[in-house]
């Protein structure tokens, strides 16, 4: 079992940047690819960066060049830097370590113009 909790949401203007984090515990091993999804109100849950145990990132056209991913091994830390914020980047977060299929709980990130 992998557990992850996610924190950095909040409120934040237009142009403004957040940093998100996701700790995980347990099985850690376990672990090869981590990502972050969003969801907005009536949405569906979108990708919008993934990281390999490598390094190798791939992310949603909507966020290249203005988010980035990375993770702290040593700190079993994942992170999304997020720049140039958009309302339309208002969703709640979650992050999700594969092959296991954890969730964490998801944080809110809400970007006012």
């Known amino acids: 079992q992998v557990q992850l909790v996610e924190s950095g949401g909040g409120l934040v203007q237009a142009g403004g940047s957040l940093r998100l984090s996701c700790a995980a515990s347990g099985s850690i091993f376990s672990i090869n690819t981590m990502g972050w999804y969003r969801q907005a109100p009536g949405k569906q849950r979108e990708l919008v960066a993934a990281i390999t145990n490598g390094g190798r990132t791939n992310y949603a056209d909507s966020v290249k060049g203005r988010f980035t991913i990375s993770r702290d091994n040593a700190k079993n830390t994942m992170y999304l830097q997020m720049n140039s914020l958009k309302p339309e980047d208002t969703a709640v977060y979650y992050c999700?370590?594969?092959?296991?299929?954890?969730w964490g709980q998801g944080t809110q990130v809400t970007v006012s113009s």
């Open positions: 999700i370590a594969l092959p296991n299929g954890s």
